[in-house]
Structures are given as structure tokens and as C-alpha cells.
């Protein structure tokens, strides 16, 4: 089992609309998972950090779901900005960032 | 400035001839990665480095070999490039708790 996996879309949804990912991850020892952004030929930036409790940030909300061993983002009111490839990162046990293939998402206007 | 920078941005080579991609940092970071990128596949860790006495091995470092020179430089090296090996490469910093990753702009290879 891969030790991140991810939707690979695309999510093609239109401007306004809720747009939800889940990202699993294999390794039930990781302690810390962010959510990346990357736009077509350009690296990859840290979007938001995911936090046990859940946590938000403006359109986004990340959570983690421990039990079951997925982390989730939601972006509400999309924009034809957010349109992206979103990568789940998990901070496993021996400190290596390992990267999910990453979710496409296209808004369409 | 960028805080990590990468040179080359691209680059053609052919199949055999050695290539060093390099990667240099001002965040003061200790962690050093390098990732190749391939569509479909994504980011893949070829090489990591905590600091400058210690290398470890990422999922794909067959092929590959690194340096790291300094806290700022850490290279990633292509003994003897092959068309397989092309691909987006990133190099990427993080600090000690490893929560933040900053990662260059990225070096295009291309291996003919």
C-alpha cells in the first residue's frame, strides 16, 4: 500500500461550489500532514498544516480523521484561482516528507 | 531572492554524460530534500539530508548521488544520465520540526 494516496481528479466543479479531497495515508505513527498547493509547472507551496481538532483558514478547512487514517480539505465558495493541484504531505515517523500524487482541480467559470 | 534557489532552471543533456543539479538555501534550514517529478507519479524523494554529516536515501536514489557541502548547498548528481531520468527535479528545505517545507523553483531535465 502506498503510504499516501490521493484522488488524482480532475475535480471539475463549477465557481462557487463546494469541492471536497481525502487523502489516505498507510503509516498509523505519522504525527503531522499539511495540504500543498501546486500550480502547472511551478513548485509546490504549503497551503495549511492539518491539525487533530481540525482547523480552517478563510475557504479552506483541513481535518484529520486518525481512526480512519484519511485527512480531508474543503474549500467552500471556489474561485477560478483555486484551480490547482493539491497535494496531501504526510510527516511520517522518520522525519521524511512524503508527497500523495496530488488531486487536479479545475473551477470552471 | 528566492530563499531556495536551483540552477539550472532547465536542461538538455545526452544519454551518459554526468549532470549536477545544484541547490542552495538562506532560510538557515538544517533539512535538505530532493525530489524528482514525474506526471502522473508525483513528487518522489530521491535523496534527504538533516544535516551536513548525515545522507539518507529517499524511495528512487538508484542513479542518484549527493552532496552535501555545506548547511546552504546540497547537490544532487547524475553519474551517467539516461532518458528515464527525465523529469521535473525539486530541491526543497525544511527546519528541525520538519513542519514547513520551502521548495525551489525547480531544474527541467531533459536526457536525450
Known amino acids: 500500500r502506498k503510504e499516501v494516496e490521493q484522488d488524482p481528479g480532475p475535480f471539475n466543479v463549477p465557481e462557487g461550489a463546494t469541492v471536497a479531497f481525502n487523502c489516505t495515508y498507510s503509516?498509523?505513527?505519522?504525527?503531522?500532514f499539511f495540504w500543498y498547493r501546486q500550480d502547472c509547472r511551478k513548485e509546490p507551496k504549503l497551503l495549511m498544516s492539518?491539525?487533530?481538532s481540525g482547523n480552517e483558514d478563510g475557504r479552506f478547512t483541513a481535518q484529520l480523521n486518525r481512526a480512519s487514517q484519511y485527512i480531508s480539505l474543503l474549500i467552500r465558495d471556489s474561485k477560478l484561482s483555486d484551480s490547482a493541484t493539491y497535494l496531501c504531505?504526510?510527516?511520517?515517523?522518520?522525519?521524511?516528507?512524503?508527497f500523495g500524487k496530488g488531486t487536479r482541480l479545475h473551477i470552471l467559470p | 531572492d528566492a530563499d531556495v534557489t536551483q540552477t539550472p532552471r532547465n536542461r538538455i543533456t545526452k544519454t551518459g554524460k554526468r549532470i549536477m543539479l545544484e541547490c542552495s538555501q538562506t532560510?538557515?534550514?538544517?533539512?535538505m530534500y530532493w525530489y524528482r517529478q514525474d506526471p502522473g507519479l508525483g513528487l518522489r524523494l530521491i535523496y534527504y539530508?538533516?544535516?551536513?554529516?548525515?545522507?539518507n536515501k529517499g524511495e528512487i536514489s538508484d542513479g542518484y548521488s549527493v552532496s552535501r557541502q555545506a548547511q546552504a548547498k546540497f547537490s544532487l548528481s547524475l553519474e551517467s544520465a539516461i532518458p528515464n531520468q527525465t523529469a521535473l527535479y525539486f530541491c526543497?528545505?525544511?527546519?528541525?520540526?520538519?513542519?514547513?517545507?520551502?521548495f525551489g523553483q525547480g531544474t527541467r531535465l531533459t536526457v536525450v
Open positions: 526543497a528545505t525544511s527546519d528541525s520540526t520538519g513542519r514547513w517545507a520551502f
Open positions: 503509516n498509523s505513527a505519522s504525527q503531522s
Open positions: 492539518v491539525y487533530s
Open positions: 504531505v504526510d510527516m511520517n515517523r522518520d522525519d521524511k516528507i512524503i
Open positions: 532560510k538557515g534550514h538544517d533539512r
Open positions: 539530508s538533516f544535516d551536513v554529516k548525515d545522507i
